[in-house]
């Protein structure tokens, strides 16, 4: 490995600090321009999970948002998000409505999985990211050939 092989980064907010020591994982990671965000839920400053789908995705992408901007990034940087649900068929149109005020033209690449449970049972959806700071400027989409 050569000195100028970028180095691994861990962020983590004052208010996630918690986590990363009881359970042993930062925010994100950051390698270069690529950063990596862990699962992010709808929980609010006090831990306790938001009321209903559309609370919680308000929170659980507040939260992604501190996360990158602690990594240097930013919402526009997002590349791909996957979305973990325990509702996939009900919560999606409320899930899909509050992710578009969040990503208004710099759509990402998305999943969405439907599960069984998240840490906490009155959590609904959990969402997770992968960025590269600094390429928010989008190129006009250019449809695909066969």
Known sequence: ????????????????QALYDNYHFPQAT???????????V??????????GVEEQSH?????LQR????????LADVVELMSFHTNLHGD?????????????????S??????LELAMPELHIEIRAVA???CGQLETAKPMRD
């Not at 929170?59 to 939260?63: D, E, T, V, Y």
């Open 1 to 16: 490995m050569s000195s100028t092989s970028p180095k691994r980064r861990h962020f983590n907010t004052p208010s996630t």
């Open 30 to 40: 950051r390698v270069g321009d690529m950063i990596w965000v862990s699962g992010q």
């Open 42 to 51: 709808g929980l609010d400053a006090s831990l306790r999970p938001g009321k």
């Open 59 to 63: 929170l659980a992408f507040q939260s």
């Open 67 to 74: 996360a990158l901007d602690a990594a240097g990034a930013s």
């Open 92 to 108: 999606m149109q409320t899930f899909s409505k509050v992710k578009d005020q969040y990503f208004r033209s710099q759509y990402p």
């Open 110 to 115: 998305w999943t969405a999985i439907g599960i």
């Open 132 to 134: 590269v700071a600094g």
